[in-house]
């Protein structure tokens, strides 16, 4: 990335606002249309908002073919990095030790066995179903109270952080850092005067990316979205032996609490933002219950229930943990908002709940096709009617 110090450009072709991994797949991907974008972000760094708290999964097995279409975009991009984008691939730590979905219900496996047959007509025939024998002596750390599993081999993690920095770099865009957007007014002349708090800039047309504060911008500008904020939370356990390495993401398809391996212990998330919405804030207040609900084994939810070493491991005191927060930008249907608002030369690229890791890269290279007018429209339209989701969270 080319980071600016000093003074903002009197104008710009295109202003993103955000430097979240949104914000960058969407710098990349227009600079790479032949658009000459300028990032723009409040806090001192890149990457330091929803996108690092975020536990950088990504998988190919969705209830639906749209977001299935931008996992499979996106991952060929993580996969083939260096090719598409001339950056190096190291820094991305791309593994690929699969998605497993576990239950201990005879209904859950009839409804795993119906997704996965859908999944397989959408091309995906190689998600697997597992009877629990199988999935126990490929992952030997299941329950015997596991009867299926649903599992792709080739779904795993990225470093969010570092997909980030590498697709900034790759477009080549200036951004300027501790620059926070405070005004935004349409031009009479067209285009936008946008006050920031290291001055003023005159943009062509705006992007706005700014993950959880997306709403707040566009109503700067009279914009309604139909974006809601939840807080989100991840139990870091840094060191823990009894981990196995190499497992995969292991999800309790029953609760969908899950975990998977980082550092040298796991991550392990509950099933989907709770409560009532939120407002966006930077800091984003932890849930004191969180790691209990997950981490002990007495409570109905806990990791233990399909992965007993999780309450070994509790009643012998070998865990420490810390609590990571951040918060989901969700619309009515769960899936992103990729396109023009109501006004134009303002476009929007938010909204993408828990999918953004693994959805924005192909999310940028639809806008960036939309605003050039390559592509006339997509499944992700802001202006498109919402049918109510609950499911699909993880
Ligand atoms: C606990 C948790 C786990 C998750 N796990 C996964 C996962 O495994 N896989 C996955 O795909 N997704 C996951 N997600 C979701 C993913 O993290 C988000 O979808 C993604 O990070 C959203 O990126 P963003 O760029 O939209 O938002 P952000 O990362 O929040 O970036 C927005 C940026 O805009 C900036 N900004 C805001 N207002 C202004 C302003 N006025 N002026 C200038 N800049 C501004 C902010 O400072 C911020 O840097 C998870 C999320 C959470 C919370």
Same mark, same amino acid.
């Given at each position: 990335?080319?980071?600016?110090?000093?003074?903002?450009?009197?104008?710009?072709?295109?202003?993103?606002?955000?430097?979240?991994?949104?914000?960058?797949?969407?710098?990349?991907?227009?600079?790479?249309?032949?658009?000459?974008?300028?990032?723009?972000?409040?806090?001192?760094?890149?990457?330091?908002?929803?996108?690092?708290?975020?536990?950088?999964?990504?998988?190919?097995?969705?209830?639906?073919?749209?977001?299935?279409?931008?996992?499979?975009?996106?991952?060929?991009?993580?996969?083939?990095?260096?090719?598409?984008?001339?950056?190096?691939?190291?820094?991305?730590?791309?593994?690929?030790?699969?998605?497993?979905?576990?239950?201990?219900?005879?209904?859950?496996?009839?409804?795993?066995?119906?997704?996965?047959?859908?999944?397989?007509?959408?091309?995906?025939?190689?998600?697997?179903?597992?009877?629990?024998?199988?999935?126990?002596?490929?992952?030997?750390? *299941?329950?015997?109270?596991?009867?299926?599993?649903?599992?792709?081999?080739?779904?795993?993690?990225?470093?969010?952080?570092?997909?980030?920095?590498?697709?900034?770099?790759?477009?080549?865009?200036?951004?300027?850092?501790?620059?926070?957007?405070?005004? *935004?007014?349409?031009?009479?002349?067209?285009?936008?005067?946008?006050?920031?708090?290291?001055?003023?800039? /005159?943009?062509?047309?705006?992007?706005?990316?700014?993950?959880?504060?997306?709403?707040?911008?566009?109503?700067?500008?009279?914009?309604?979205?139909?974006?809601?904020?939840?807080?989100?939370?991840?139990?870091?356990?840094?060191?823990?032996?009894?981990?196995?390495?190499?497992?995969?993401?292991?999800?309790?398809?029953?609760?969908?609490?899950?975990?998977?391996?980082?550092?040298?212990?796991?991550?392990?998330?509950?099933?989907?933002?709770?409560?009532?919405?939120?407002?966006?804030?930077?800091?984003?207040?932890?849930?004191?219950?969180?790691?209990?609900?997950?981490?002990?084994?007495?409570?109905?939810?806990?990791?233990?229930?399909?992965?007993?070493?999780?309450?070994?491991?509790?009643?012998?005191?070998?865990?420490?943990?810390?609590?990571?927060?951040?918060?989901?930008?969700?619309?009515?249907?769960?899936?992103?908002?990729?396109?023009?608002?109501?006004?134009?030369?303002?476009?929007?690229?938010?909204?993408?709940?828990?999918?953004?890791?693994?959805?924005?890269?192909?999310?940028? /290279?639809?806008?960036?096709? *939309?605003?050039?007018? /390559?592509?006339?429209?997509?499944?992700?339209?802001?202006?498109?009617?919402?049918?109510?989701?609950?499911?699909?969270?993880?």
């Amino acid at each position: 990335m080319s980071k600016v110090e000093g003074v903002l450009p009197a104008g710009a072709e295109l202003v993103i606002i955000g430097a979240g991994v949104v914000g960058a797949a969407t710098a990349f991907w227009t600079a790479r249309a032949g658009l000459s974008p300028v990032v723009l972000e409040a806090l001192p760094a890149p990457a330091s908002l929803t996108t690092p708290v975020s536990t950088g999964a990504f998988r190919l097995q969705f209830d639906n073919l749209e977001e299935t279409r931008l996992a499979r975009e996106s991952v060929r991009l993580f996969l083939d990095f260096s090719e598409i984008t001339g950056e190096d691939s190291g820094p991305l730590a791309v593994r690929q030790p699969g998605y497993l979905w576990a239950t201990t219900s005879e209904d859950r496996a009839e409804e795993q066995r119906r997704l996965a047959a859908r999944q397989h007509s959408w091309g995906q025939t190689d998600i697997e179903t597992l009877t629990g024998d199988e999935a126990r002596r490929r992952f030997p750390y *299941l329950s015997p109270e596991v009867v299926h599993a649903r599992y792709r081999a080739g779904d795993g993690f990225v470093d969010p952080r570092a997909l980030t920095s590498c697709l900034l770099r790759a477009s080549k865009a200036p951004l300027h850092t501790s620059c926070r957007v405070v005004s *935004l007014r349409e031009r009479p002349s067209g285009g936008f005067d946008i006050g920031t708090d290291q001055g003023p800039i /005159r943009a062509e047309q705006v992007v706005i990316a700014a993950g959880p504060f997306s709403a707040k911008l566009a109503a700067l500008l009279g914009e309604e979205l139909p974006l809601q904020v939840r807080p989100r939370h991840k139990v870091v356990v840094p060191d823990l032996a009894r981990v196995p390495p190499d497992a995969p993401m292991t999800i309790d398809d029953d609760t969908g609490v899950h975990w998977r391996p980082a550092l040298s212990g796991a991550h392990v998330l509950d099933a989907a933002p709770r409560g009532p919405d939120a407002e966006p804030v930077e800091d984003v207040p932890t849930d004191p219950d969180m790691a209990f609900r997950v981490l002990d084994p007495s409570r109905r939810e806990a990791a233990a229930r399909i992965s007993p070493f999780w309450g070994e491991a509790w009643r012998r005191g070998e865990l420490s943990w810390t609590v990571d927060s951040g918060q989901y930008t969700m619309t009515p249907d769960r899936r992103p908002l990729i396109g023009q608002t109501s006004i134009e030369g303002m476009w929007v690229n938010s909204g993408y709940s828990g999918h953004g890791i693994m959805c924005s890269p192909a999310g940028g /290279r639809i806008l960036a096709d *939309l605003i050039t007018s /390559r592509l006339e429209d997509s499944p992700f339209s802001p202006h498109r009617t919402f049918v109510k989701r609950i499911s699909d969270h993880i």
